[in-house]
């Protein structure tokens, strides 16, 4: 299961024809280019902020926002670097501003329930994929900020470690140390909720 | 639950996400045009206090290691709500630290400050001492005050600078900034303020700073190393 997923998100991330063109011309001004340019990284952008944020309308603001803010820095992205990471620093920045401004950190493990309620509901198994949702995104909002994006980066954007850490500031043996905290604090939270 | 099964059902949690994820709405950019590259917008965001803008990836992870930085381009205008600043209570010099939430640091080689305000309507409270020539040194608990603050560069530019060892924000020229605080009501309020001879903004010792009007980069790092332990 988690190579197939590895795969069908690497696809498109890998994918780096037009990139060079959609940049230029977005930097020129050219907002269908630009839309073109990030829309291969659109899931993997609402994953994070999803994390950070407790998903729902909170998760899409951090991530229309983050797009937007970034289109506005474009000037300053160095040609040649990686695209990707320079992008997702972006949103997760505006998936805290949003998280902090409406200083939710104390509801968020509510809020990441309440957020996912609105889905209409559907088949036995949707129900049962909602629920799990509730259940996951509940649990990471109730572990520190820097946890969740760590736990986000490597398995909601399937980062490698080397560009998570570059992403959060660290070392790549500190992330993986902070990675492997946060999957204990997680466990211990999906636990209590399992009984 | 063993790890694999943890890893696993983030891995599908991430995939149920995707169902709800947006497409971009590339329409939002004719709302909001790019700005020149002198006009650059930092928000500040901190748990307590602050700031940052970088100048290159490496500086702006030094100081988001410490600031808890935030980069944007574009803060767009004030929202509706946003009041005039308030000074505070001036308070006698004299009576400051009695006042004062907590140890009130000041330049000493300046002398004694003109005046002294002191905010109790935030959380946590705020200080600033009023020297003269417009210079300003406002202070608060870092662990007490939650703030959010923005600040908008209108001209010249901002970086990260140190002051002996400490990594601290410098913004040159004129710029406008928002203060988003707690009240001591325990409601959000949101103070807009303007600055015109540079601002520099740093942490130490569980204190933040602001210093304000100091004209040039390099006399603010002279006087905020001249701050009280």
Redesign the interface.
Known sequence: MASDLSFELALPLSSREGETEFLARAKRGDHEAYANLVRPHERLAYRVAAAITGGGADAEEAMQNGFVKAYRSLHRFRVGAAFRPWLLRIVVNEAHNVLRAERRHTRLGARAAEQHRVAPAGPDEAVIAREEVETVLGALARLSEPDRLALALRYFAELPDTEAAGLVGTSTEAYRVRLARARKRLQAELEDVDG | ?A?HE?????????????A???????G???A?P??R?TRLVV?M?C?LALVGVAASPAA???L??LF?V?????LGPLAPGVAAPFAGRSIPVDMLQASAPFRVRTISALGTPEDARVRDDITGGMVTLVYGGGLQLTQWRTSDV?A?IAVVPVQGSAEDVTIGDLPALWIGGTSRGTF?L?GADGA?HRESFDVGNGVLLWKDAGMTFLLQGAGSQADALRLASQVDH
């Open positions: 639950m790890e943890l890893e696993l059902r983030l891995r599908v949690v991430g995939r149920e996400l995707d709800h994820a947006p497409t971009f709405d590339a939002l950019l004719r909001a790019r700005r590259r928000a965001a748990a702006l992870s030094a988001r290691h808890d935030d980069e944007v381009t574009e939650s959010r988003t707690i959000v």
